[in-house]
């Protein structure tokens, strides 16, 4: 266990669904992150959120949207996906700056796109 | 830009030391590090290394620099089944850095 937390762990979605992702830690890491894991591909960052602001949007469509209430919580909400959007989705969390950590990461939720 | 790369898998014998290497293209990174991620699980931190250091060492694992040809390898003394996974080479700038950038991970066999 990392502390990171994600759920559901596993989700079956229609293109025309709405669905929500969420990542919780109560490590009292400032930084969380969004990845997406495809198969034979690097892990892509989707979005940072420092200290709940968005410092990072790595150019992801915006049928995934991103939220960030607190630094605790983080939240990928999904609207009219592709299959090519199947992956697995990691959130992570980090303290930065002095007293910097490593990423921790959650078990992902597998998506699947039907 | 940035950018980690890594082959793509690796296929060793037990008991046989693994060496899994990796390239990035970052002159400025100063934080490199490998995770593990086992089936279905997420990325565990391995280990980490900073860009002022050429070497580190934790028990059968030993992390090489090389800063000018921007190359890093992870080691694996006496490869044994329980090290199959995927391996990942990541690099950040510096501590106060949001971004690590992966590469796309070396799948580790063992043979028997």
């Known amino acids: 266990e990392t502390g990171v937390t994600q759920t559901p762990r596993h989700l079956v979605m229609g293109m025309t669904n709405k669905k929500s992702l969420k990542c919780e830690q109560h490590l009292g890491h400032n930084a969380m992150y969004w990845y997406k894991q495809s198969a034979k591909k690097p892990l892509e960052l989707m979005f940072v959120?420092?200290?709940?602001?968005?410092?990072e949007n790595n150019s992801v469509p915006s049928r995934f949207s991103p939220e960030c209430p607190n630094s605790s919580h983080l939240f990928l909400h999904l609207h009219t996906l592709q299959p090519e959007d199947s992956a697995l989705y990691l959130c992570a969390s980090r303290v930065t700056g002095a007293g910097s950590t490593e990423a921790f990461f959650g078990q992902g939720t597998r998506l699947t796109v039907v | 830009g940035e950018d980690v790369e890594q082959s793509l898998f690796l296929s060793v014998r037990e008991g046989d030391s693994s060496v899994i290497n990796c390239t990035y293209t970052?002159?400025?990174?100063?934080?490199l590090y490998w995770y593990k991620q086992e089936p279905g699980a997420g990325l565990q931190l391995l280990t980490y290394?900073?860009?002022?250091?050429d070497m580190k060492q934790d028990q059968r694992l030993t992390v090489l620099l090389n800063k000018k040809d921007k190359h890093l390898s992870l080691r694996i003394a006496d490869t044994q089944t329980g090290d199959s996974a995927i391996y990942f080479c990541?690099?950040?700038?510096?501590?106060?850095?949001?971004?690590?950038?992966f590469g796309s991970g070396t799948r580790l066999s063992i043979r028997p």
């Open positions: 970052d002159s400025s990174s100063t934080y």
């Open positions: 290394i900073f860009s002022n250091m």
């Open positions: 959120y420092n200290f709940k602001e968005q410092t």
């Open positions: 990541a690099e950040s700038k510096d501590s106060s850095a949001s971004k690590i950038i």
